[in-house]
């Protein structure tokens, strides 16, 4: 089976940025891409695919056929293009699909590009729109959103684990320390334990927003683009690259229950464990061999969920290993050093991308000094669809 | 929006509301949300059967009354159409085993507490209200 390497990666600002088109920050982070790989002018003889990820276009920016406009806006034509919509997971779904037509022989070069532009509505329409991927009838119709489920998980998963409200809190000041560092990052205003939790201002700081979970819980809505230039191995093409390739060496994904109320523990993730489970056997690798990860925290309480699914801890102790500072970037496994979705922020079908680049900026030696991991092997990446129900694990290594 | 076993005209000019467990005419396994095939013995069920022009396949059941609550959260950001300033949602179990999602209302809930599952609206909309689950500590009706 043919290799796939990641030979170049390119990303934009997160945050804010209703001002700009939405083809436009995609174009930017896939151009930026070609360039890191060195092909920016001889583009169109190298890219054979485009997949470009995105959820929200077609509702939110009232535009379709993306990757077709993506394609003419980065004068791409006359490659193969489309779009993969797999809710939040979008962006590794496109990875996952670029890596299966390299590894069917049907491309060599593949560009993934993800983009969500979720500013360009109000806060009420886009919290409608990211609901939307609940159940209709049994969750949706209620009125219930994503953090109403991650809240529904939260409470009982601190009953269960004794994971206190500190806890929660560490691992925002932790994901904001690391994004005060990475200059793509949306939130980069570090914050204290002291005024998200240990003070008398800190419920007014930090205000409950479905409860348990408070609103430096869970992710800002952001917009932005990342790109990865994916390309084998055995290809002729490889030899116009300059930056030295990584390799994704296990990629792979499952699903589970529509309805969260429908598993039989409500606090186990199996799409991720099986996810996870059929990347380490892609790869030949254990829990053991990962250097450091990107899990999907779109709500804090995942990144230790997803941490124990993956098999780094046991069920129910991740938050010890937090409160042991072994997550930090300096800790025995690093975890979401480039912020994560609490900070660096989450726009949608950028994200699985995103967390891809970080990969191959901290295992190329690029991060930015003071959060870079020492000396890295293997990294993963956890890209979680709907309320787990639909969740993509890369590994990347060198 | 209602789901299409959500509404059933019992009473001559008053409608009442229920929501449903499916139950599979082979195996009695009970579902709710519906599937259109049981897990255990893979009979299939016709979505076409219940839509009036043949006599449903699998028997409904009312899925109503005592339940358990399993978590809960009271939730401030609503999505587009819900104008108050936060709901409650929760999950429940009923004695037999099956889950649902839904609203919550009872004051200070406590995890493993009884609840009563009954049927109101729980988003209205023209000509589309949706009919769904209420939990709370008494039954009201
Ligand atoms: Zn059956």
Same mark, same amino acid.
């Given at each position: 089976?043919?290799?796939v390497?990641?030979v170049?990666?390119?990303?934009?600002v997160?945050?804010?940025?209703?001002?700009?088109?939405?083809?436009?920050?995609?174009?930017?982070?896939?151009?930026?891409?070609?360039e890191?790989?060195?092909?920016?002018?001889?583009?169109?003889e190298?890219?054979?695919?485009?997949?470009v990820?995105?959820?929200g276009?077609?509702?939110?920016?009232?535009?379709?056929?993306i990757?077709?406009?993506?394609?003419?806006?980065?004068?791409?034509?006359?490659?193969?293009?489309?779009?993969?919509?797999n809710?939040?997971?979008?962006?590794?779904?496109?990875?996952k699909?670029?890596?299966?037509?390299?590894?069917?022989?049907?491309?060599?070069?593949?560009?993934?590009?993800?983009?969500?532009?979720?500013?360009?509505?109000?806060?009420?329409?886009?919290t409608?729109?990211?609901?939307?991927?609940l159940?209709?009838?049994a969750?949706?119709?209620?009125?219930?959103?994503?953090?109403?489920?991650?809240?529904?998980?939260?409470?009982?998963?601190?009953?269960?684990?004794?994971?206190?409200?500190?806890?929660?809190?560490?691992?925002?000041?932790?994901?904001?320390?690391?994004?005060?560092?990475?200059?793509?990052?949306?939130?980069?205003?570090?914050?204290?334990?002291?005024?998200?939790c240990?003070?008398?201002?800190?419920?007014?700081?930090?205000?409950?927003?479905?409860?348990?979970?408070?609103?430096?819980?869970?992710?800002?809505?952001?917009d932005?683009?990342?790109?990865?230039l994916?390309?084998?191995?055995?290809?002729?093409?490889?030899?116009?690259?300059?930056?030295?390739?990584?390799?994704?060496?296990g990629?792979?994904?499952?699903?589970?229950?529509?309805?969260?109320?429908?598993?039989?523990?409500?606090?186990?993730?199996?799409?991720?464990?099986?996810?996870?489970?059929?990347?380490?056997?892609?790869?030949?690798?254990?829990?053991?061999?990962?250097?450091?990860?990107?899990?999907?925290?779109?709500?804090?309480?995942l990144?230790?969920?997803?941490?124990?699914?993956?098999?780094?801890?046991?069920?129910?102790?991740?938050?010890?290993?937090?409160?042991?500072?072994?997550?930090?970037?300096n800790?025995?496994?690093?975890?979401?050093t480039?912020?994560?979705?609490?900070?660096?922020?989450?726009?949608?079908?950028?994200t699985?991308?995103?967390q891809?680049?970080?990969?191959?900026?901290?295992?190329?030696?690029?991060?930015?000094?003071?959060?870079?991991?020492?000396?890295?092997?293997?990294?993963?990446?956890?890209?979680?669809?709907?309320?787990?129900?639909?969740?993509?694990v890369?590994?990347?290594?060198? | 929006?209602?789901?299409?076993?959500?509404?059933?005209?019992e009473?001559?000019?008053?409608?009442?509301?229920?929501?449903?467990?499916?139950?599979?005419?082979?195996?009695?396994?009970?579902?709710?949300?519906?599937?259109?095939?049981?897990?255990?013995?893979?009979?299939?069920?016709?979505? !076409?059967?219940s839509?009036?022009? @043949?006599?449903?396949?699998? %028997?409904? $059941?009312?899925? +109503?009354?005592?339940c358990?609550l399993?978590s809960?959260?009271?939730?401030?950001?609503?999505?587009?159409?819900?104008?108050?300033?936060?709901?409650?949602f929760c999950?429940?179990? !009923?004695?037999?085993?099956?889950? @649902?999602?839904?609203?919550? %209302?009872? $004051?200070?809930? +406590?995890?493993?507490?009884?609840?009563?599952?009954?049927?109101?609206?729980?988003?209205?909309?023209v000509?589309?209200?949706?009919?769904?689950?209420?939990?709370?500590?008494?039954?009201?009706?």
């Amino acid at each position: 089976m043919r290799k796939v390497c990641v030979v170049g990666i390119g990303h934009t600002v997160f945050g804010n940025l209703h001002h700009l088109d939405l083809v436009d920050l995609m174009g930017h982070a896939s151009l930026n891409a070609l360039e890191d790989a060195g092909v920016l002018a001889e583009r169109r003889e190298i890219v054979d695919q485009v997949f470009v990820a995105n959820m929200g276009a077609g509702r939110v920016n009232i535009q379709s056929a993306i990757a077709s406009a993506l394609v003419s806006r980065i004068g791409l034509e006359s490659c193969m293009a489309e779009a993969v919509e797999n809710g939040p997971a979008s962006g590794a779904s496109a990875v996952k699909l670029g890596v299966m037509a390299i590894k069917s022989g049907m491309a060599d070069a593949v560009l993934v590009t993800g983009g969500e532009m979720m500013n360009a509505v109000t806060r009420w329409i886009s919290t409608d729109f990211v609901a939307s991927m609940l159940h209709h009838e049994a969750e949706y119709a209620y009125g219930m959103t994503l953090p109403s489920l991650a809240a529904l998980f939260t409470r009982l998963y601190m009953q269960r684990y004794g994971v206190t409200e500190r806890d929660l809190a560490l691992i925002a000041v932790k994901s904001h320390e690391n994004a005060a560092k990475n200059p793509y990052a949306h939130l980069k205003t570090p914050c204290t334990l002291e005024a998200i939790c240990e003070s008398d201002g800190a419920d007014h700081a930090n205000p409950i927003i479905a409860d348990p979970l408070r609103l430096y819980g869970i992710c800002p809505v952001s917009d932005g683009a990342a790109s990865l230039l994916l390309c084998a191995e055995d290809s002729p093409k490889m030899r116009h690259f300059t930056k030295p390739p990584v390799t994704i060496s296990g990629i792979a994904s499952a699903t589970d229950t529509h309805c969260v109320h429908l598993r039989a523990d409500p606090l186990i993730l199996d799409a991720v464990r099986l996810a996870a489970e059929r990347a380490y056997t892609m790869a030949g690798l254990t829990p053991r061999d990962i250097s450091f990860a990107e899990l999907h925290d779109a709500f804090v309480i995942l990144e230790l969920a997803i941490a124990e699914e993956a098999g780094f801890f046991e069920r129910g102790t991740a938050h010890l290993a937090l409160r042991r500072d072994e997550t930090r970037v300096n800790g025995r496994l690093p975890i979401n050093t480039s912020g994560g979705l609490k900070a660096k922020g989450h726009p949608l079908g950028a994200t699985g991308v995103s967390q891809i680049y970080e990969l191959v900026k901290q295992l190329r030696g690029q991060a930015e000094p003071e959060r870079r991991v020492r000396d890295p092997k293997h990294g993963m990446a956890v890209n979680f669809g709907g309320f787990g129900n639909n969740v993509v694990v890369t590994i990347c290594s060198r | 929006m209602s789901g299409e076993n959500a509404i059933n005209f019992e009473h001559y000019g008053e409608p009442e509301h229920h929501v449903y467990a499916l139950i599979c005419p082979k195996c009695g396994k009970r579902f709710y949300p519906s599937v259109l095939i049981c897990d255990v013995c893979h009979t299939r069920r016709n979505p !076409f059967a219940s839509a009036g022009n @043949a006599p449903p396949e699998w %028997e409904k $059941e009312i899925l +109503e009354g005592p339940c358990t609550l399993l978590s809960w959260t009271r939730v401030f950001a609503l999505p587009e159409g819900f104008t108050v300033k936060s709901l409650d949602f929760c999950i429940v179990e !009923f004695p037999n085993k099956l889950r @649902a999602s839904g609203r919550l %209302e009872a $004051e200070n809930p +406590e995890i493993g507490m009884p609840l009563i599952a009954h049927v109101e609206i729980v988003n209205e909309k023209v000509n589309m209200d949706h009919y769904g689950f209420i939990f709370s500590r008494e039954n009201y009706n």
